[in-house]
């Protein structure tokens, strides 16, 4: 069964830094592409970044480009989002999901994800 769990979540101030870590099981790590989301409340879920595990290509949205960093570790089957310079608008519950290709990842179509973890939130205060 693939799973993926999500963790790292907390609460920090505006300009302050995160890392989430999100561990994958079931599947062979090396063939897929992870993504990053979050989703505030009220708000549709978003695609924040994503990374192929094969050749560690990596895509951002536009909203965090410059301030997050993802990464992966294929030994511990986990990818990292390492996020700086917070600030209050990045408050979300984040999620982390699989996805075939990394070409499909970067669409960041959560129709197109699948195994999602239950999530961690992320609190930024100002």
């Known amino acids: 069964e693939v799973q993926l769990q999500a963790s790292g979540g907390g609460l920090v101030q505006a300009g302050g830094s995160l890392r989430l870590s999100c561990a994958a099981s079931?599947?062979?790590?090396?063939?897929?592409?992870i993504g990053w989301f979050r989703q505030a409340p009220g708000k549709e879920r978003e695609g924040v970044a994503c990374?192929?595990?094969?050749?560690?290509?990596?895509y951002y949205a536009d909203s965090v480009k410059g301030r997050f960093t993802i990464s992966s570790d294929n030994a511990k089957n986990t990818v990292y989002l390492q996020m700086n310079s917070l600030k209050p608008e990045d408050t979300a519950v984040y999620y982390c999901?699989?996805?075939?290709?990394?070409?499909?990842?970067?669409?960041?179509?959560?129709?197109?994800?699948?195994?999602w973890g239950q999530g961690t939130l992320v609190t930024v205060s100002s």
């Open positions: 999901a699989v996805t075939k290709f990394f070409a499909i990842a970067t669409i960041f179509n959560p129709y197109d994800f699948g195994s």
């Open positions: 990374i192929s595990s094969s050749d560690g290509s990596t």
């Open positions: 079931g599947f062979t790590f090396d063939d897929y592409a």
